[in-house]
C-alpha cells in the first residue's frame, strides 16, 4: 500500500483577503487560471492545481493537500491520523479528511 502526492493543493483563505489573494497569484506570481468557481479560482502550478478558496467564516489561512492512496482507510491508519469528516462533505469523493501533527488538513483518496 503507497501514499503518493496528489493533484490538488487549497489554500482555505478568508473571505477579507480572497480577492487579494487571488490577484497576488494571478498578477504578481503570474500563475495561470485553469478554473473559476463561485468560492474558489484554480491556478496551473505544475502538475499540479492551486486551488485559493474564500471561506466566509474564517480568520486566519490553511494549506490543504491531497494525497492519493488505493486503500485510505488503510493509509489513514499507517498514518496514524485522526479522521476528520468534519470538514467539508466528500459527495463523489471516495476517500476521507485528516491531519498532520502540525494540524495541516490532508485528502487521502483514490485517484
Not at 10 to 18: C, E, M, Q
Not at 22 to 31: M, N, P, Q, S, T
Not at 57 to 65: A, E, G, M, P, R
Not at 75 to 102: C, I, Q
Request: net charge negative.
Amino acid at each position: 500500500m503507497d501514499i503518493r502526492p496528489g493533484k490538488n493543493i487549497a489554500i482555505k483563505v478568508p473571505l477579507y483577503k480572497w480577492d487579494e489573494t487571488v490577484a497576488f497569484y494571478r498578477d504578481k506570481v503570474g500563475l495561470a487560471v485553469v478554473k473559476t468557481l463561485t468560492n474558489s479560482t484554480g491556478f496551473a502550478f505544475g502538475d499540479m492545481t492551486l486551488w485559493i478558496d474564500r471561506v466566509e467564516k474564517q480568520s486566519q489561512v490553511d494549506v490543504w493537500l491531497e494525497l492519493f492512496s488505493d486503500h485510505p482507510d488503510q493509509a489513514l491508519e499507517r498514518l496514524e491520523s485522526p479522521r476528520r469528516d468534519e470538514l467539508e462533505p466528500l459527495d463523489d469523493v471516495n476517500g476521507l479528511w485528516t491531519s498532520d501533527p502540525a494540524g495541516v488538513v490532508l485528502l487521502v483518496r483514490n485517484e
